[in-house]
C-alpha cells in the first residue's frame, strides 16, 4: 500500500503557449499539512486547479489512492474527497451562506423541494463545529469579506473531503479567525484529512506546515521538512537570492495638511471620526478586522451615505457623494476586495489600469485613444512589476498578486491627491511586498498623501509614521510612529479597547 493519499507526477501546463507548470510533481501524505509556496504567478493555484479537476492537465498524471484518477470538473473531484478553498472568493453573492455550502445538495421533501429550516440548521452547525457566528439565511454577497472565506471553508468541510486544499485562506481573517482556523486544521489532521496549504506569510507557514514545497517559474524547486529548514532558507529558494525584510525609512519632511475629515458619523458603524493626513506622511489605520476601517474608507470615498461629517482637501470643503465624486477630487481607494469593487476581471490588463483615468486620457473631443491607454499601461505594468507584462491578458487570468498589484496600479494612474490603500500587500509575495512598500514611501515623498489599512501590525509598524488605532468604530488612539517606536503591544491596547480610556 502506498502511503500517499495524493501523488502528482510530471505535470505539465501552457497557457497560450505559456509555460506555467513544467515536469511539477508533488506528494501528499495523509493527516499533513503541506505548504506550497513561492511567487506571484509561480504557478501554485494553477496547479491546484489542475488537482481540483477545475483545470485540464497537458502532461502528467495523477494517482489518488494509489489510482489513476482524470477529474473533469470540480464537482468529481468533489465528490470523491478532494475539494479548495479558493485565493478568489467564488461564492453566489445572490444566494444565502447556507445554499452557498450545500448547493446541489440541499436536504429535499419527497416532492422535491428544498428543506429551508433544516438546510440553515445544517449550516448553522458547520459554524458551529467552526466556532464562528454567521447567519446562514443571508445572502453570501451581504457579509464581509473575511466571513465570506469562513464560508468558502465551511464548504469545504462540508465535504467529507480526504484532501482539502487552502489557497491562502487567512488573507482576509483577524487574528481570532485565524486561531480558529488553526485548531479546524489540527482537528482535521487528527482525522487524517491531508492539508494543501499556501500562503505568503511565512510565520504561519511554519506554524502549520509538516512539510514545505517550493515552486518558483513553474518548476518544483525542493520539498522539506518544516522542521529541517528556516525562513532564510525558504525565501532563498522562493526567489533565488537572498532578501533582507526591510521597511522603507520614516518620512524625513512632513508638510501641510492636504485633507481633513471631521467628526464622520455613521450610526452603528462608526462614530466621531476626525483626524488629517498630512503631505509626505504615510498614515496608518490600525484596529482588529471588522473595527470598521474598510467602513471609514468607504465613507470618505462616496461608496456608502454616511449621516454627518465633512472632509476638507487642501483647505476647501469638498462634497463627495459617490466614488465618481473621489475620484475626480482626486481621492483613489484601492480596495480590500480586489474581485468585487477594484477591478474589471474580464476586461484586460490596460483597461483596467486606465479605468480610473478615462478623462485624463481622453481628448479634447471626447475621444479614447488606443495608443494613450497602451502606453499608460505599459508604464504602470512596468512601475508595477506586473506579470506576464501582456497587457491584453485579461485580470481574471493574472494570478493573485499580479491582479493586487495592477489594482495598485488602476489608482496610481489616476494621479491620485490623497490615496488610500485597503490591504494592500493582500497575497502578495515577498519580494513584491517590499516593492509596494517602498512605492507607497516615494508617493509619500512626492507629496501625496497616503493612508494605510492594514491587518498586519508589522506592516502598520514598519510603513507608518502616523497611526490610528480604530477599534469598534472609534478612533481610541492617534499614536507616533515617527521614530519607529511603536510596538504591536501598544497598538493592540488601544485596538481592544483596553487603552481607550487612558489619558491622553
Ligand atoms: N486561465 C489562465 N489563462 C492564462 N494564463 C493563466 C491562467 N491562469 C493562470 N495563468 C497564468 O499562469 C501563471 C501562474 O498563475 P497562478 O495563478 O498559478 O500563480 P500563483 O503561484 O497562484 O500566484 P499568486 O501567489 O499570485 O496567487 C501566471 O502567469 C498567470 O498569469
Ligand atoms: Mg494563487
Given at each position: 500500500?502506498?502511503?500517499?493519499?495524493?501523488?502528482?507526477?510530471?505535470?505539465?501546463?501552457?497557457?497560450?503557449?505559456?509555460?506555467?507548470?513544467?515536469?511539477?510533481?508533488?506528494?501528499?501524505?495523509?493527516?499533513?499539512?503541506?505548504?506550497?509556496?513561492?511567487?506571484?504567478?509561480?504557478?501554485?493555484?494553477?496547479?491546484?486547479?489542475?488537482?481540483?479537476?477545475?483545470?485540464?492537465?497537458?502532461?502528467?498524471?495523477?494517482?489518488?489512492?494509489?489510482?489513476?484518477?482524470?477529474?473533469?470538473?470540480?464537482?468529481?473531484?468533489?465528490?470523491?474527497?478532494?475539494?479548495?478553498?479558493?485565493?478568489?472568493?467564488?461564492?453566489?453573492?445572490?444566494?444565502?451562506?447556507a445554499q452557498n455550502i450545500y448547493c446541489h445538495r440541499e436536504p429535499k421533501n419527497s416532492l422535491g423541494f428544498i428543506q429551508w429550516e433544516k438546510l440553515y440548521s445544517m449550516a448553522h452547525e458547520v459554524f458551529e463545529k467552526m466556532g464562528i457566528e454567521i447567519d446562514p439565511k443571508v445572502d453570501a454577497g451581504t457579509v464581509s469579506v473575511a466571513k465570506q472565506q469562513l464560508v468558502e471553508i465551511g464548504k469545504a468541510l462540508s465535504h467529507d473531503s480526504k484532501v482539502i486544499i487552502m489557497d491562502e485562506p487567512t488573507s482576509s481573517l483577524s487574528d481570532k479567525e485565524v486561531e480558529y482556523l488553526y485548531?479546524?486544521?489540527?482537528?482535521?489532521?487528527?482525522?487524517?484529512?491531508?492539508?494543501?496549504?499556501?500562503?505568503?506569510?511565512?510565520?504561519?507557514?511554519?506554524?502549520?506546515?509538516?512539510?514545505?514545497?517550493?515552486?518558483?517559474?513553474?518548476?518544483?524547486?525542493?520539498?522539506?521538512?518544516?522542521?529541517?529548514?528556516?525562513?532564510?532558507?525558504?525565501?532563498?529558494?522562493?526567489?533565488?537570492?537572498?532578501?533582507?525584510?526591510?521597511?522603507?525609512?520614516?518620512?524625513?519632511?512632513?508638510?501641510?495638511?492636504?485633507?481633513?475629515?471631521?467628526?464622520?458619523?455613521?450610526?452603528?458603524?462608526?462614530?466621531?471620526?476626525?483626524?488629517?493626513?498630512?503631505?509626505?506622511?504615510?498614515?496608518?489605520?490600525?484596529?482588529?478586522?471588522?473595527?470598521?476601517?474598510?467602513?471609514?474608507?468607504?465613507?470618505?470615498?462616496?461608496?456608502?451615505?454616511?449621516?454627518?461629517?465633512?472632509?476638507?482637501?487642501?483647505?476647501?470643503?469638498?462634497?463627495?457623494?459617490?466614488?465618481?465624486?473621489?475620484?475626480?477630487?482626486?481621492?483613489?481607494?484601492?480596495?480590500?476586495?480586489?474581485?468585487?469593487?477594484?477591478?474589471?476581471?474580464?476586461?484586460?490588463?490596460?483597461?483596467?489600469?486606465?479605468?480610473?483615468?478615462?478623462?485624463?486620457?481622453?481628448?479634447?473631443?471626447?475621444?479614447?485613444?488606443?495608443?494613450?491607454?497602451?502606453?499608460?499601461?505599459?508604464?504602470?505594468?512596468?512601475?508595477?512589476?506586473?506579470?506576464?507584462?501582456?497587457?491584453?491578458?485579461?485580470?481574471?487570468?493574472?494570478?493573485?498578486?499580479?491582479?493586487?498589484?495592477?489594482?495598485?496600479?488602476?489608482?496610481?494612474?489616476?494621479?491620485?491627491?490623497?490615496?488610500?490603500?485597503?490591504?494592500?500587500?493582500?497575497?502578495?509575495?515577498?519580494?513584491?511586498?517590499?516593492?509596494?512598500?517602498?512605492?507607497?514611501?516615494?508617493?509619500?515623498?512626492?507629496?501625496?498623501?497616503?493612508?494605510?489599512?492594514?491587518?498586519?501590525?508589522?506592516?502598520?509598524?514598519?510603513?507608518?509614521?502616523?497611526?490610528?488605532?480604530?477599534?469598534?468604530?472609534?478612533?481610541?488612539?492617534?499614536?507616533?510612529?515617527?521614530?519607529?517606536?511603536?510596538?504591536?503591544?501598544?497598538?493592540?491596547?488601544?485596538?481592544?479597547?483596553?487603552?481607550?480610556?487612558?489619558?491622553?
Amino acid at each position: 500500500m502506498n502511503h500517499y493519499v495524493m501523488e502528482v507526477r510530471n505535470i505539465n501546463k501552457a497557457f497560450a503557449g505559456n509555460e506555467v507548470l513544467k515536469d511539477v510533481s508533488f506528494d501528499i501524505i495523509p493527516g499533513e499539512v503541506h505548504t506550497l509556496i513561492g511567487e506571484n504567478g509561480a504557478g501554485k493555484s494553477t496547479l491546484m486547479k489542475i488537482i481540483g479537476g477545475i483545470y485540464s492537465k497537458d502532461s502528467g498524471t495523477i494517482l489518488y489512492n494509489g489510482q489513476q484518477v482524470e477529474f473533469t470538473s470540480p464537482i468529481e473531484a468533489m465528490q470523491s474527497g478532494i475539494s479548495i478553498v479558493h485565493q478568489e472568493l467564488s461564492l453566489a453573492e445572490n444566494i444565502s451562506v447556507a445554499q452557498n455550502i450545500y448547493c446541489h445538495r440541499e436536504p429535499k421533501n419527497s416532492l422535491g423541494f428544498i428543506q429551508w429550516e433544516k438546510l440553515y440548521s445544517m449550516a448553522h452547525e458547520v459554524f458551529e463545529k467552526m466556532g464562528i457566528e454567521i447567519d446562514p439565511k443571508v445572502d453570501a454577497g451581504t457579509v464581509s469579506v473575511a466571513k465570506q472565506q469562513l464560508v468558502e471553508i465551511g464548504k469545504a468541510l462540508s465535504h467529507d473531503s480526504k484532501v482539502i486544499i487552502m489557497d491562502e485562506p487567512t488573507s482576509s481573517l483577524s487574528d481570532k479567525e485565524v486561531e480558529y482556523l488553526y485548531s479546524i486544521i489540527d482537528n482535521l489532521k487528527q482525522q487524517n484529512v491531508a492539508i494543501v496549504f499556501i500562503s505568503h506569510k511565512l510565520q504561519e507557514v511554519f506554524k502549520v506546515s509538516d512539510r514545505i514545497t517550493v515552486l518558483r517559474d513553474g518548476q518544483i524547486i525542493d520539498t522539506m521538512l518544516t522542521s529541517e529548514t528556516n525562513q532564510d532558507e525558504v525565501i532563498h529558494k522562493m526567489v533565488g537570492r537572498h532578501m533582507d525584510d526591510l521597511y522603507p525609512e520614516k518620512s524625513k519632511r512632513v508638510g501641510d495638511v492636504i485633507m481633513h475629515v471631521e467628526k464622520f458619523c455613521c450610526t452603528d458603524v462608526y462614530s466621531d471620526i476626525s483626524f488629517q493626513v498630512r503631505k509626505g506622511e504615510i498614515l496608518g489605520m490600525a484596529g482588529l478586522v471588522g473595527a470598521g476601517r474598510t467602513e471609514i474608507a468607504r465613507g470618505i470615498i462616496g461608496a456608502d451615505p454616511r449621516d454627518s461629517g465633512t472632509i476638507r482637501l487642501d483647505g476647501k470643503e469638498v462634497h463627495i457623494k459617490n466614488c465618481r465624486d473621489a475620484i475626480a477630487n482626486g481621492i483613489g481607494y484601492v480596495t480590500e476586495d480586489r474581485k468585487l469593487l477594484g477591478l474589471f476581471q474580464s476586461m484586460p490588463v490596460r483597461w483596467n489600469i486606465v479605468s480610473a483615468s478615462l478623462k485624463k486620457i481622453q481628448s479634447a473631443f471626447g475621444f479614447i485613444d488606443n495608443t494613450a491607454i497602451s502606453s499608460k499601461a505599459a508604464e504602470f505594468i512596468e512601475l508595477m512589476d506586473i506579470r506576464p507584462k501582456d497587457d491584453s491578458l485579461h485580470v481574471v487570468n493574472l494570478s493573485g498578486g499580479n491582479q493586487q498589484k495592477a489594482l495598485l496600479a488602476k489608482w496610481l494612474c489616476s494621479d491620485p491627491k490623497v490615496l488610500i490603500v485597503d490591504e494592500p500587500t493582500r497575497g502578495v509575495d515577498v519580494g513584491a511586498k517590499s516593492h509596494i512598500h517602498n512605492y507607497l514611501r516615494k508617493l509619500a515623498d512626492q507629496g501625496i498623501g497616503v493612508i494605510v489599512i492594514s491587518s498586519e501590525q508589522p506592516e502598520i509598524l514598519g510603513l507608518c509614521d502616523r497611526v490610528l488605532v480604530i477599534s469598534d468604530g472609534v478612533l481610541t488612539r492617534e499614536l507616533d510612529n515617527s521614530s519607529s517606536r511603536l510596538t504591536q503591544e501598544d497598538i493592540m491596547k488601544y485596538a481592544t479597547g483596553k487603552g481607550a480610556n487612558d489619558d491622553r
